[in-house]
């Protein structure tokens, strides 16, 4: 039970998370003795690390979580039991990686734009307010209250 959880790399794995997808969304796995994981592997540093994801095959990448969820979250000798797999997706550049100072570079671009007169344009996504969903629907109706205002602002109420 449970949502999941996440793998700090001092932890010495290569996965970076897993969502236990049985407890959270009730019937997912229709079979009781059965619990389905969502797995995130890879990462911007996992290439300096491990070499990167881009060139492993679905079964190289099942076996890789394997191996973690083995570590993390399994009983001793479950490494020969070998989960069924529903699906593997790569998604190359999935979540943004927001470098040291990045705020600083985000405020100088809508600097930027304030110096050159440029109005109306918004700067929103997960880059700008924050990768999770919720953050990302969040700042969303926050910028969209600023496009509002400023439409009400330029354009005279009839």
């Not at 959270?24 to 300096?48: S, T, V, W």
């Not at 990768?131 to 109420?157: M, N, Q, T």
Request: net charge negative.
């Amino acid at each position: 039970n449970g949502f999941g959880q996440l793998h700090p790399r001092s932890q010495g794995v290569r996965t970076l998370g897993t969502i236990y997808s049985s407890s959270l969304f009730p019937g997912r796995e229709p079979d009781p003795e059965k619990i389905m994981l969502l797995h995130y592997i890879g990462g911007a540093r996992d290439p300096e690390l491990y070499g990167g994801i881009e060139g492993l095959t679905d079964e190289q990448i099942v076996e890789a979580t394997h191996k973690d969820t083995c570590a993390t979250m399994l009983k001793p000798g479950m490494e020969k039991e070998f989960p069924n797999v529903l699906g593997v997706r790569v998604w190359p550049r999935a979540i943004p990686q927001l470098d040291v100072g990045h705020a600083k570079r985000l405020e100088r671009a809508k600097g930027g734009l304030e110096a050159a007169g440029v109005k109306g344009v918004f700067l929103a996504g997960n880059y700008a307010g924050g990768v999770a969903l919720g953050r990302c629907v969040e700042f969303g109706l926050e910028i969209a209250k600023d496009v509002e205002s400023f439409i009400s602002e330029a354009v005279p109420a009839k």
